[in-house]
């Protein structure tokens, strides 16, 4: 099964999920019956994380006790984490926002990445270790100014770290800089130019 992460808002106009699309048509070639789950997260509506799951995220390593209301809200993170884990590969398309991840991914994070569900940690080499089993994962992430390897950069950086944390660690990444260009046309034959890449991409997933 492969599962799409959509971050962008913007569907026919985004530009990292028409990549996307591509990259899922060129892929469905090799793999014409594999199921395909998309996770459309503007679209889904996910409940916010707060302070009731703030609490119970730590309980276990506080050694409290978890009441049956907590663990009730806690199921936002159990079907999250479990609607992933059942992917053999994740696609995940994303523009940058603000140097940085759209609001509704950054959300998504915050619910699947919990201690002793998605990571662990080794007290004794202070560092995280992932739970979830490793598997292919393909990025396509689109940007207007900000090039990879800016300092600036905190959407590749950042997506990178957050997934090897939990355990994924086979990160591909297609990255497109400078989508701004006048012109809906000229927009659209900018972004086509990187079919061919979305195309590699996905036969080597
Ligand atoms: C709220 C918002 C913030 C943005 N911030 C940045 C930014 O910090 N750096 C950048 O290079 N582009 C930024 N952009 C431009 C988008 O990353 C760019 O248009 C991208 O191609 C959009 O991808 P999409 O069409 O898949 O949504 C921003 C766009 C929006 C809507």
Redesign the pocket.
């Known amino acids: 099964m492969l599962l799409h992460i959509v971050a962008?808002p913007?569907g026919e106009?985004?530009?990292?999920?028409s990549l996307a699309d591509r990259f899922i048509a060129t892929w469905r070639e090799q793999n014409p019956d594999e199921e395909i789950d998309t996770l459309a997260l503007f679209e889904e509506d996910l409940p916010r994380f707060e302070a009731e799951h703030a609490f119970r995220k730590f309980a276990p390593i506080f050694g409290e006790e978890v009441s049956s209301e907590a663990e009730d809200a806690w199921r936002i993170v159990t079907d999250a984490v479990a609607r992933l884990d059942r992917a053999d590969r994740i696609l995940l398309?994303c523009?940058?926002?603000?140097?940085s991840i759209p609001w509704a991914l950054k959300l998504y994070l915050d619910i699947i990445v919990q201690p002793r569900v998605t990571f662990g940690y080794k007290a004794d080499e202070m560092r995280h270790v992932g739970l979830l089993r490793n598997r292919p994962m393909q990025m396509i992430l689109?940007?207007?100014?900000?090039m990879a390897g800016d300092y600036v950069d905190f959407q590749l950086p950042y997506l990178k770290h957050i997934f090897e944390t939990i355990g994924i660690r086979d990160i591909r990444a297609l990255v497109v800089p400078a989508?701004?260009q006048p012109g809906a046309e000229a927009r659209e034959a900018y972004v086509r130019s990187f079919d061919i890449q979305a195309d590699d991409a996905a036969r080597a997933f």
């Open positions: 962008s913007k106009r985004s530009a990292s999920r398309s523009p940058m926002w603000n140097y689109t940007r207007s100014s900000t989508t701004t």
